[in-house]
């Protein structure tokens, strides 16, 4: 893992950060970097994870190694929080109003866990419908 932190940290300096530090959860496979800058902003941030997760993506299948996860400045972790608590709340919406209610459009990741958290609530069920970036989750109430 020493490797692959190496590299994150190296990814890091060639985008000018100086101020930084890096963490690696063994058990859940997650990186997680604290960049200290201005510019790294709510604005850059989604935009920054998505593409530190991507070019690491590719650098670990290249060099044979474990997949891992990306967050910088807990972005992830806030974002996983706010796609469960919205899960919840529209479960329970759907349930109190007995109507289908559609989620906004997510990415793979966010659908998984949205219908994972979902998947032991007993009045409802989830459905993924539409295409490509436009693929969002529908919850039903079980009637």
Same mark, same amino acid.
């Given at each position: 893992m020493d490797k692959i932190q190496e590299i994150?940290?190296? /990814?890091?300096e060639? /985008?000018?950060?100086?101020?930084f530090s890096i963490n690696y959860d063994a058990e859940k496979r997650r990186l997680a970097a604290f960049v200290n800058d201005d510019i790294v902003s709510e604005t850059i941030l989604p935009t920054l994870v998505n593409n530190l997760d991507y070019l690491m993506k590719l650098v670990v299948q290249k060099n044979n190694l474990e997949p891992v996860f990306i967050d910088i400045n807990n972005y992830r972790k806030k974002r996983e929080g706010l796609i469960l608590e919205i899960a919840k709340a529209t479960a329970r919406k759907a349930t109190a109003e007995k109507r289908e209610i559609e989620l906004p459009a997510m990415n793979a990741y966010e659908r998984r866990l949205a219908h994972m958290e979902l998947s032991s609530h007993p009045d409802v069920k989830t459905e993924s419908i539409g295409e490509?970036?436009?693929r969002r989750i529908i919850i039903k109430p079980i009637l």
């Open positions: 994150l940290k190296e /990814m890091i060639s /985008m000018g950060f100086e101020d490509g970036k436009e």
